[in-house]
T-cell receptor, first 112, second 114 residues
Framework: NAGVTQTPKFRILKIGQSMTLQCTQD?????MYWYRQDPGMGLKLIYY???????DKGEVPNGYNVSRSTTEDFPLRLELAAPSQTSVYFC???????????FGPGTRLTVL | AQSVTQLDSQVPVFEEAPVELRCNYS??????LFWYVQYPNQGLQLLLK??????LVKGINGFEAEFNKSQTSFHLRKPSVHISDTAEYFC????????????FGQGTTLQVKP
């Protein structure tokens, strides 16, 4: 049982490039979340999903897109990367509402 | 909108001393409250949560927290810390509704000194 896995661990992008951050969970959780963590700012919710085929915006969705075609996968797409998107990105999943969210190890992204 | 304030950005403490990390939230309606810990270069893991019932909640690694509705607080305590408790601690509150979304505080760095 691997839990929540994220790839890649690290990535450097040039301004204007695009990339997809991968997130997979093997716990059959319906609820999945993407957060970004900036120094001294805590975690901010980017997008979330309450089940396959259902996604919605969180607090800071601009510049990102998501899809949820399966229960297991919840990729985050960055289009036209900007320096403001330099951050650590965490994916999380939860079995039920208000239950523990399980976090992946994070992806550290730098946009130069 | 819901908000969470962690009153201390850094808390230095000596090993075996007690510690309290403070957390206040804004909502006066029923909420669910969580404390997560993040060790260096790792993801977050749950320490404890309050959903209902007893206001004193016990978690892993000897931590506990007390829910105080009148003061809208959820402070985290440990009677005797270890070097291994050095980490970032996040308080979070669930946003009312059916999404399970969490609102996080800014985090408190606990530095345990020998």
């Amino acid at each position: 049982n691997a839990g929540v896995t994220q790839t890649p661990k690290f990535r450097i992008l040039k301004i204007g490039q695009s990339m997809t951050l991968q997130c997979t969970q093997d716990m059959n959780h319906n609820y999945m979340y993407w957060y970004r963590q900036d120094p001294g700012m805590g975690l901010k919710l980017i997008y979330y999903s309450v089940g396959a085929g259902i996604t919605d915006k969180g607090e800071v969705p601009n510049g990102y897109n998501v899809s949820r075609s399966t229960t297991e996968d919840f990729p985050l797409r960055l289009e036209l990367a900007a320096p403001s998107q330099t951050s650590v990105y965490f994916c999380a999943s939860s079995e039920t509402l208000y239950n523990e969210q399980f976090f992946g190890p994070g992806t550290r992204l730098t946009v130069l | 909108a819901q908000s969470v304030t962690q009153l201390d950005s850094q808390v230095p403490v000596f090993e075996e001393a007690p510690v309290e990390l403070r957390c206040n939230y804004s909502s006066s309606v029923s909420v669910y409250l969580f404390w997560y810990v993040q060790y260096p270069n790792q993801g977050l893991q749950l320490l404890l949560k309050y959903l209902s019932g007893s206001t004193l909640v016990k978690g892993i690694n000897g931590f506990e927290a007390e829910f105080n509705k009148s003061q809208t607080s959820f402070h985290l305590r440990k009677p005797s810390v270890h070097i291994s408790d050095t980490a970032e601690y996040f308080c979070a509150v669930s946003e009312p509704g059916n999404t399970g979304k969490l609102i996080f505080g800014q985090g408190t760095t606990l530095q345990v000194k020998p």
